[in-house]
């Protein structure tokens, strides 16, 4: 799939910045910068949307994601008030940068001159940046309705800063509400998968009237054992989560032809991934799964196949 000269290399990364009208020597080396984070994070991501998206998007989806993970951060570092003053201070620099449309921080010019380019970006920032509280605020889930409105008032505007940028113009109302049922599922999944690791932290993120509705209490969790019940209570997470992603299919015929094979890519991980959950329920209660590399390597190249026909077509 290319050299380092190739689609995804050093060649491809000029040319695309080249496609998206990044012409400034220092925005591109900033763009560069951010583009490396984004690889050091999330190094399949970067290479997968190195691959499948058109050149002219590939600069505006690293600058949204490498906005989106310094914002989430911030938001994770610290005690609770070192985390909200930071949070606090970046969201006036970011909406200041926005309303001057200019900064003296290096790592939000490729965010303004993305939004520049593509203004339906300025609202989604704007969008996600007053959701932070939602997740600085976060106590953990008493009902099913409460972990609905922590994904309306934080999950899906953080996922709107980079799918804002792969959706089809004009009226996105369907896209926004096929884009909502699938990070229901992602989100849903994501609190399965990490279920060890959120509770290392202190953060029980399942909510407590489904953990009573199957008859688990948060020790059980933590002792780590598969008892029935608490297998039960993981596989009805999972069949939850395989509905909505099957229902939020959909979001790849919304999409422009150019982005759908980054788009089955995301859905394909996420498939991936809960294909190796239920592989074993049980070891979720230690570690999360990870989806088998060649599925990975194979659902890559064939999307990369479909883009390359995209293109050329």
Same mark, same amino acid.
């Given at each position: 799939?290319?050299?380092?000269?190739?689609?995804?290399?050093?060649?491809?990364?000029?040319?695309?910045?080249?496609?998206?009208?990044?012409?400034?020597?220092?925005?591109?080396?900033?763009?560069?910068?951010?583009?490396?984070?984004?690889?050091?994070?999330?190094?399949?991501?970067?290479?997968?949307?190195?691959?499948?998206?058109?050149?002219?998007?590939?600069? %505006?989806?690293?600058?949204?994601?490498?906005?989106? %993970?310094?914002?989430?951060?911030?938001?994770?570092?610290?005690?609770?008030?070192?985390?909200?003053?930071? &949070?606090?201070?970046?969201?006036?620099?970011?909406?200041?940068?926005?309303?001057?449309?200019?900064?003296?921080?290096?790592?939000?010019?490729?965010?303004?001159?993305?939004?520049?380019?593509? !203004?339906?970006?300025?609202?989604?920032?704007?969008?996600?940046?007053?959701?932070?509280? &939602?997740?600085?605020?976060?106590?953990?889930?008493?009902?099913? &309705?409460?972990?609905?409105?922590?994904?309306?008032?934080?999950?899906?505007?953080?996922?709107?800063?980079?799918?804002?940028?792969?959706? !089809?113009?004009?009226?996105?109302?369907?896209?926004?509400?096929?884009?909502?049922?699938?990070?229901?599922?992602?989100?849903?999944?994501?609190?399965?998968?990490?279920?060890?690791?959120?509770?290392?932290?202190?953060?029980?993120?399942?909510?407590?009237?489904?953990?009573?509705? %199957?008859?688990?209490?948060?020790?059980?969790?933590?002792?780590?054992?598969?008892?029935? &019940?608490?297998?039960a209570l993981l596989g009805a997470l999972l069949d939850r989560a395989d509905r909505d992603r099957a229902a939020g299919r959909e979001l790849v015929g919304l999409v422009a032809p150019a982005h759908r094979p980054m788009v089955r890519c995301l859905v394909g991980v996420e498939q991936l991934t809960a294909t190796a959950a239920r592989a074993d329920p049980g070891a979720l209660l230690r570690r999360p799964a990870v989806p088998a590399k060649p599925a990975l390597l194979r659902l890559l190249a064939r999307?990369?196949?479909?883009?390359?026909?995209?293109?050329?077509?």
């Open positions: 799939m290319g050299t380092a000269e190739g689609r995804d290399g050093v060649g491809g990364w000029e040319r695309a910045l080249d496609a998206a009208g990044v012409r400034e020597p220092a925005l591109r080396e900033a763009y560069g910068r951010q583009r490396a984070e984004v690889a050091a994070y999330k190094r399949e991501v970067a290479l997968a949307a190195g691959l499948l998206l058109p050149p002219a998007t590939l600069p %505006h989806v690293i600058a949204a994601t490498a906005f989106m %993970h310094r914002t989430d951060d911030l938001l994770d570092s610290g005690p609770p008030a070192t985390r909200r003053a930071a &949070a606090d201070r970046w969201r006036a620099e970011v909406a200041a940068a926005l309303d001057d449309g200019r900064t003296g921080r290096p790592e939000l010019r490729p965010l303004l001159n993305s939004v520049e380019a593509r !203004p339906e970006l300025r609202g989604r920032v704007l969008d996600f940046l007053a959701a932070a509280d &939602a997740d600085l605020d976060f106590a953990g889930f008493a009902t099913e &309705a409460d972990y609905q409105d922590y994904l309306d008032g934080y999950s899906l505007p953080g996922f709107m800063v980079v799918a804002a940028l792969l959706g !089809p113009d004009g009226d996105q109302r369907a896209y926004l509400a096929a884009c909502r049922t699938f990070i229901d599922s992602c989100q849903r999944l994501d609190f399965v998968n990490d279920l060890a690791e959120d509770l290392a932290d202190d953060r029980l993120t399942l909510p407590r009237q489904t953990l009573a509705e %199957h008859g688990v209490t948060r020790a059980d969790l933590e002792r780590a054992e598969a008892t029935p &019940a608490v297998r999307e990369y196949l479909r883009a390359r026909r995209v293109r050329r077509g």
